[in-house]
């Protein structure tokens, strides 16, 4: 085992508390879940999960939308229509 060595990270408080008390619930310690991050990384040979840019269809301004139209639908307004099917 090669020898250890200290890492230095900056995070916001708060996310250091929440991140702390996930990871003491799974019983690692916070330094524990970095090194399986950082194991899982070089094993992945990148990031050991999906990184990708929120859609923009899921911006707050279209679910607001989309939760005034399912109220409207369930009040009795609006129009229900069929999906087409993928083909046409």
Known sequence: MSPMTNLNIRVDADTKQKAEELFNDLG??????????????????????RVVRADPFFNDANQRALRRSIE??????GTVHDLLPDDE
């Open 72 to 77: 409207e639908l369930e009040a009795g307004g």
């Open 28 to 49: 690692l310690t916070l330094s524990a879940a970095v090194n399986v991050f950082l194991k899982q990384a070089i094993s992945h040979n990148g990031m050991p999960f």
